[in-house]
């Protein structure tokens, strides 16, 4: 790539591109999300098994996951009465992976 090439379109931001880019980094901002999203970067989990993984109650984990969706971070598919949660956009997830390398790169 020349030196005045620029990675990616540099185009002033609509009012929805601003949005759904502060919302994401919204939703990194909190640590329970960050939790949820980190357990399903390991594997689709249901409402339960997360709950029980890190030590919350249903109640906050389907409200986080409800949060999650919204934004298409995540999605899921129901198994009978069960509801099974995976990541669904792996650019997030691949920023909140280099964020955590960062993190523990000391």
Do not use: W
């Not at 601003?18 to 999300?33: H, W």
């Not at 030590?55 to 409800?66: A, D, F, G, P, Y």
């Not at 995976?86 to 960062?102: A, F, Y």
């Amino acid at each position: 790539m020349e030196k005045d090439q620029q990675p990616y379109n540099m185009k002033e931001l609509d009012e929805e591109t601003l949005f759904i880019v502060s919302q994401t980094f919204k939703a990194l901002s909190d640590p329970t999300r960050i939790r949820i999203l980190h357990l399903l970067f390991h594997g689709e989990h249901s409402v339960n098994e997360i709950a029980e993984s890190l030590s919350l109650l249903q109640s906050t984990v389907s409200h986080q996951l409800r949060f999650l969706k919204n934004l298409r971070l995540v999605k899921f598919r129901r198994e009978g009465t069960s509801l099974f949660y995976s990541c669904d956009d792996e650019h997030v997830m691949d920023i909140l992976k280099q964020t955590i390398e960062h993190a523990n790169h000391h």
